[in-house]
């Protein structure tokens, strides 16, 4: 069975996502975001497109947040890998989120205050009103959204009994007069 995994994709707060120049921080209104594919989308290692696709999961898009509760690592390669392999070791990969911006933002000058996602947000702020979700991807570093979460749940290689049953016996270990205590540790 493949790994899976859960996140925070989007917390609702300012960003600064990559390719935006604008001087001030980024919101994404979430009451006006679609999602492409009825909620289905795909993630990657990074903002690299589909050369680096990892999994899939459906994304849920709240009043003040954006989650993936089913995500799967539906592609086994070296991305898929290196994320799975990184997370073991302790590794704490954060989220990013791939949209894009319908109609132009709306710019909150200074000393005005928006209420957007659950929240007064303090201008100098865009805020874009519509948008479209249409992938994610595990950031090793850097996120825009700086307070998103991963978690990971890996499944363990397991020896079927016949084969740690020759494992054990390679190494000169009589298997036959083992106690119930050592078989079941």
Known sequence: EPAKFSMVLYNGGPIRPGGWNAPHP?????????????????FNRGHVGDNALVGHGT??????????NDGVFSFDN????????ASKAGFKWASSMEATIQGTPKFVPKGQTVRVNG???????????KSELFAGAFI????????????????????VPQELKEWLEGRGVDVESLSEEQITA
Do not use: F
Request: proline share 6%.
């Open 119 to 129: 929240r007064q947000i303090p201008g100098p702020v865009y805020v874009a009103k």
């Open 140 to 159: 090793g570093s850097n996120p825009a959204d700086r307070s998103t979460e991963v978690s990971i749940a890996a499944m363990e290689e397991h020896m």
């Open 59 to 68: 994304a849920e898009v709240t009043a003040t947040q954006i989650v993936i």
């Open 26 to 42: 980024l919101v994404l209104d979430l009451a006006g975001m679609s999602v492409i594919r009825g909620g289905s989308i795909p």
């Open 78 to 85: 070296q991305y898929t890998k290196e994320i799975i392999e």
